[in-house]
């Protein structure tokens, strides 16, 4: 399925300052839906080429690391449960850095 | 397989914003953990920072302001939201931007830019000071009269003291920041980790300075980073193309301060604290402003000496010392003695460091003292 990686705050340094990607990310076998916690290992695997610990931490984002699921903040909708569907914009900012 | 398909794939997406309980919830508020669309977001957030800057009495009307603008993300939100409050509540502030060129080549150049868009959006002045208008030196002068291993004494104690010197220059009423809350609940711990209880008790006042030439305060003491980040990043679907230009220029301008500005300031173990923070926070909101109200509330026995707050004889900066730090390095730089008042060295204005110095009060508060590099003071 086609989706909108958006990264800021910093988290652009990590994959070729490049804020926008747009990918492809297939289903995992024998899955039917697409959660965060699979999107954020493939995000980890194929878009992220420099220290990843400033990502994540453990299998989800690393504490301060603000994810938007098309504009709505992934709290509401169960963090790592939550489920991507074709053309989701993903949005990740990091709050670590500058004032 | 079936009985899922009615139901809505993105949990909580079907609750409506306990506010209004009109619209889509955008956002979960770490300070009341409740769900809230975009629209009641913007009304709380703007009102709360409305209400801490009323019930506080930060300004007055008719005072001039500067903004301590960094170009970073809580500057720049702290600028635009400043802005509207200011012309929505009548508060007759004559606001202005101010911006602090360190001279490091490259380093600034970005912000500036992004400080410099701010001043044409929010309609507000711009004044940027250089190193060099404040210190007579620009960083990438003094890097290369004194080499790279000392220059972070040098980085900490000049930019403490830059925005002071800067609102001083320009003869401000006020100098604001843009420390939020998690700003300061960090501060608090690495005060209690050091022993530091001096800065432990300032910390935490949503005003400092009062009895200096210039009072200091932070409007965004109770406000959490999340929601500042937020802020800007959901202007884009309330607004036309220019708030979405502003969105776009202040995720890009926060990156501006990338991990790698350590070149010139080494502060590693802030980052362990921020992270501590950040852990806590995920576990419990509520900690961070739990940690603000502990400083706040954190008594220090009558009898403790504390340090006594002079004032520099040469600059007017408050300092324990005959001389502050940054005076007492000037001077090593124009003389051409750039290791005076870094770490051991010897035979600086104030005495030898290390052995009790002429004036006792001082000496007493030598103990309580931080040290120079990225200092905890706001
Ligand atoms: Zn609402
Ligand atoms: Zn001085």
Redesign the pocket.
């Known amino acids: 399925m086609q989706l909108t990686l958006e990264f800021g705050g910093g988290l652009e340094l990590l994959c070729d300052s490049e804020k926008i990607h747009k990918v492809n990310v297939d289903l995992p076998n024998g899955e039917d839906d697409l959660t965060m916690k699979h999107l954020l290992s493939w995000v980890r695997t194929n878009v992220i080429k420099e220290r990843p610990e400033m990502f994540m931490k453990g299998d989800t984002v690393r504490p301060g690391v603000l994810v938007l699921v098309n504009d709505c903040d992934w709290e509401l909708s169960g963090q790592l449960d939550t489920t991507i569907e074709d053309k989701d914009v993903i949005v990740f900012i990091s709050t670590l850095h500058g004032g | 397989m079936e009985a899922s398909e009615g139901k809505s794939k993105k949990p909580g997406a079907s609750r409506l914003c306990c506010l209004c309980n009109q619209r889509r919830p955008v956002l979960k508020r770490p300070k009341t953990l409740q769900q809230i669309c975009r629209e009641c977001f913007y009304e709380v957030f703007e009102e709360e920072i409305h209400q801490v800057i009323v019930g506080n009495r930060l300004f007055k009307s008719g005072e001039r302001v500067a903004i301590g603008a960094s170009g970073g993300k809580d500057s720049t939100v702290l600028a635009y939201v400043l802005s509207e409050l200011n012309r929505r509540h009548n508060y007759g502030l004559d606001l202005f931007l101010l911006s602090i060129d360190e001279g490091i080549t490259g380093y600034r150049d970005d912000s500036l830019e992004t400080v410099k868009r701010n001043e044409v959006q929010y309609g507000l002045p711009l004044q940027i000071l250089s190193y060099k208008d404040l210190y007579g030196w620009t960083m990438d002068e003094i890097v290369k009269m004194i080499g790279l291993k000392n220059n972070c004494t040098f980085c900490g104690v000049f930019r403490r003291q830059a925005l002071d010197r800067g609102a001083a220059l320009l003869k401000v009423d006020k100098l604001v920041t843009g420390h939020n809350a998690d700003d300061i609940a960090e501060t608090v711990l690495l005060n209690i980790l050091r022993g530091d209880i001096a800065r432990l008790s300032r910390c935490t006042s949503i005003t400092t300075g009062e009895d200096g030439p210039i009072p200091r305060c932070k409007p965004f003491k109770y406000t959490y980073e999340k929601e500042i980040v937020i802020y800007p990043s959901l202007l884009k679907l309330n607004f036309d193309t220019l708030t979405y230009d502003i969105r776009m220029l202040i995720s890009r301008s926060w990156t501006t301060s990338p991990p790698n500005v350590s070149i010139y300031s080494p502060n590693a173990y802030r980052g362990f604290a921020r992270e501590f923070i950040k852990d806590l926070e995920r576990l419990r909101p509520r900690a961070i402003l739990d940690i603000i109200k502990s400083g706040e509330d954190f008594r220090i026995a009558t009898t403790t000496k504390m340090p006594e707050q002079g004032t520099?004889e040469?600059?007017g900066?408050i300092?324990s010392q005959k001389?502050?730090k940054?005076?007492v390095l000037l001077e090593g730089l124009n003389r051409g003695l750039p290791k005076m008042g870094i770490g051991r060295a010897r035979g600086g204005v104030n005495g030898d460091h290390k052995k009790e110095t002429k004036k006792p009060p001082a000496s007493a508060a030598k103990s309580l003292e931080s040290k120079q590099c990225g200092s905890l003071d706001f």
């Open positions: 520099c040469r600059c900066y300092s001389w502050c940054a005076c």
